[in-house]
């Protein structure tokens, strides 16, 4: 093989046509959508769509199914200003800005676990394990406690996403710090770290919690448990905001995340600035998880199942960061929907429910990744 | 052709100094082997080379230019690096870990084209593994999967690379294979390669120019046929032996002294060898 650059021709002649790409022995690799796509996989592509209007499904659902049932058309018409009181009602305040927390926090959650999981190549190194949403619940708990004594009802509320932040950044700079050996981390050890930090964390919200007023207390218990219960378009825009700011700078990044699965070494021989990248991707991870957070509670397992999910359903080596974000949005929204139905009348919290399905999912996975010395 | 050279290097983990005024040349078109005992910085040494370590004093030059001063992307086009246990994720077809190899050759405005799909065949072809393309790297054998790790490297198309202990694991025949693909393309393309090996006889046989270390220095550097002599042997790994010719390519072959099988005369180091 020569060592010369690739010819440029051959680049730009190919950088302007959609080509269906074969590889030598006539497989059908993707389509070839220069300049942004390179390669595209059909499967990929297809479980994304299709994962996503699943999602869309499960929101219409979410907003149309309850103790007054409104028909998907109503439901339309009450978004578009055309329908009935009643159901604008229902729909505009109570039902839409729910199922829309309930999309954009099951996103955040599902893109934090992919982040996390990804650049600590572990498929244990999930927020909701390893301390970051205990930080986030440690310092929601806090504001809720501190600014709940001036503001009545929901109101503090303002209040929970900051402190939810602060919570899981010192959190997952600790397990960061502590995770750092000769010059790199590894997952193992982060995860580790991270269980013992879980612990100190929870029994620090323990003793705020014990510390304070009975009221306010089962307040955040509530918050604690993980509930979309009356959730207004405010949490809906913490979480969309910490999206779009998460979103575009994970996308750009998308090639070192995908390499961060690689091992440090690999990726940096690859040329990829592997300490930089990682620090990035991870903040991005411990603010999708902190917001996230803030708007929901700490609701567990997302984060966890949605990126191995995903991967399974694109049958992909690497864990697909979008498809983990349509997927975890997908599982909230079904999991809410559940944990408002079983017991109808009575609505459970949706961190039951995840919790209920979730905990199986990780005994599976332990003992998987015991048997396959996968975990380290 | 491109030479690689560490100059004045201070190696260190932390506090825990490696090698300290640590000087080593990578001959340009030449596979250079490192040997030495276990724990004496030859990887260390390999890892500086690669920049994965950033030496405490020193600079290592890529041509004239310290590879400090290059970025990410333009190191990984001149210079590739096998690790020594490089990890993969769970079930990635050798098709798609072989074109990772092209990432440093990628923006966002630039991405995957034919062109890369073309060099990505050829390394494939080249280390022999244009069959494996579709299976799965979990279930290819040890020197198989070694293979697809080299064409990986290939794929990124530089004038330099580095390999960590290459045929640690492998049994004999794929020890052999590896080496041979190794020696094969550096012919082919003039590739600069240095390599970390464990077996000294297989250093002298596939290396141009050999490096040998103890405890953080070099003590000795050159061809094989030159450098490696039962004094040298002695001081770098404390080892009695005598050497002897290899019958196939006449270079050194290092036999250790101590106990013969049980009830076979040894042989006095004047008398002849008979090779059959």
Redesign the interface.
């Known amino acids: 093989?020569?060592?010369?650059?690739?010819?440029r021709g051959?680049?730009t002649?190919?950088?302007h046509r959609l080509a269906a790409?074969r590889?030598?022995?006539g497989?059908w690799v993707g389509w070839?959508i220069?300049?942004?796509?390179?390669?595209v996989r059909p499967r990929v592509v297809t479980v994304f769509v299709v994962v996503l209007g699943l999602a869309a499904a499960a929101l219409v659902a979410s907003v149309s199914i309850g103790q007054f049932p409104i028909p998907v058309g109503d439901v339309v018409r009450a978004l578009t200003g055309t329908g009935g009181a009643d159901a604008a009602l229902i729909v505009r305040e109570l039902r839409l800005p729910r199922a829309l927390t309930a999309l954009l926090v099951g996103a955040a959650f599902g893109l934090a676990g992919a982040l996390m999981q990804a650049v600590t190549?572990n498929p244990l190194a999930s927020p909701d394990l390893i301390g970051i949403s205990a930080g986030a619940s440690t310092g929601g708990v806090a504001a809720m406690l501190i600014g709940g004594v001036t503001a009545a009802g929901a109101g503090s509320y303002p209040t929970v996403p900051f402190g939810a932040l602060v919570g899981a950044i010192v959190a997952a700079t600790v397990c960061y710090g502590m995770a750092f050996r000769?010059?790199t981390i590894t997952g193992f050890r982060f995860v580790l770290v991270g269980i013992g930090v879980q612990g100190a964390l929870t029994a620090l919200t323990g003793w705020l919690l014990a510390r304070a007023d009975i009221n306010e207390a089962s307040r955040a218990m509530v918050w604690l448990t993980g509930s979309l219960n009356g959730r207004g378009f405010e949490h809906a825009w913490w979480a969309g905001l910490a999206l779009l700011c998460c979103v575009p700078p994970v996308v750009?990044l998308i090639?070192p995340y995908q390499?961060s699965?690689?091992?440090d070494?690999?990726a940096?021989?690859?040329?990829?600035?592997v300490d930089r990248a990682r620090m990035l991707l991870l903040l991005a991870s411990v603010v999708l998880a902190a917001v996230a957070t803030a708007a929901a509670g700490p609701v567990g397992f997302v984060a966890l199942a949605a990126p191995q999910i995903a991967r399974r359903l694109t049958?992909t080596?690497?864990?697909p960061l979008l498809t983990s974000g349509a997927v975890g949005a997908t599982l909230l929204l079904l999991a809410d929907l559940a944990a408002r139905l079983v017991l109808a009348p009575i609505e459970l919290p949706v961190g039951v429910v995840t919790g209920a399905i979730g905990a199986p999912y990780l005994m599976w996975l332990l003992t998987r990744a015991h048997q396959s010395g996968?975990a380290g | 052709m491109t030479t690689l050279v560490g100059d004045g290097l201070r190696l260190a983990y932390g506090d825990r100094v490696v090698a300290e005024g640590f000087d080593i040349t990578l001959p340009a078109g030449k596979i250079t082997a490192l040997v030495g005992p276990n724990a004496c910085g030859k990887s260390t040494a390999l890892r500086a080379l690669a920049r994965l370590l950033t030496p405490a004093a020193g600079a290592v030059y890529l041509g004239d230019a310290p590879i400090a001063d290059f970025s990410h992307r333009e190191l990984a086009q001149r210079l590739a690096l096998l690790p020594q246990t490089p990890v993969a994720p769970d079930g990635i077809t050798v098709r798609d870990l072989v074109a990772r190899g092209r990432t440093p050759y990628q923006r966002w405005w630039r991405q995957w084209s034919r062109a890369d799909e073309e060099i990505v065949d050829r390394a494939l072809a080249a280390t022999g593994t244009a069959e494996l393309a579709d299976r799965n790297l979990d279930e290819l054998s040890g020197g198989q999967r070694q293979r697809v790790w080299i064409a990986l490297a290939l794929a990124q198309q530089t004038p330099v690379l580095l390999l960590d202990e290459p045929t640690t694991y492998l049994d004999l025949a794929f020890q052999v294979d590896v080496l041979e693909l190794v020696a094969e393309l550096n012919e082919r393309n003039g590739t600069t390669v240095a390599m970390v090996l464990h077996d000294l006889n297989q250093a002298c046989r596939y290396a141009d120019h050999l490096v040998a270390m103890r405890a953080g220095t070099v003590v000795a550097a050159g061809p094989p046929a030159e450098v490696v002599t039962a004094e040298l042997v002695r001081e770098v790994f404390g080892l009695e032996c005598r050497i002897i010719s290899c019958p196939v390519a006449g270079t050194p072959i290092v036999v250790p002294e101590g106990r013969s099988r049980r009830g076979r005369p040894r042989v006095s180091p004047g008398q002849e060898v008979r090779l059959t």
């Open positions: 093989m020569s060592v010369r650059p690739a010819p051959v680049a002649a190919a950088a790409v590889a030598r022995r497989r070839e220069p300049p942004f796509g390179g390669i190549r000769d010059g750009a090639r390499l699965q690689y091992g070494d690999t940096r021989a690859l040329g990829v600035p049958a080596a690497d864990l996968r």
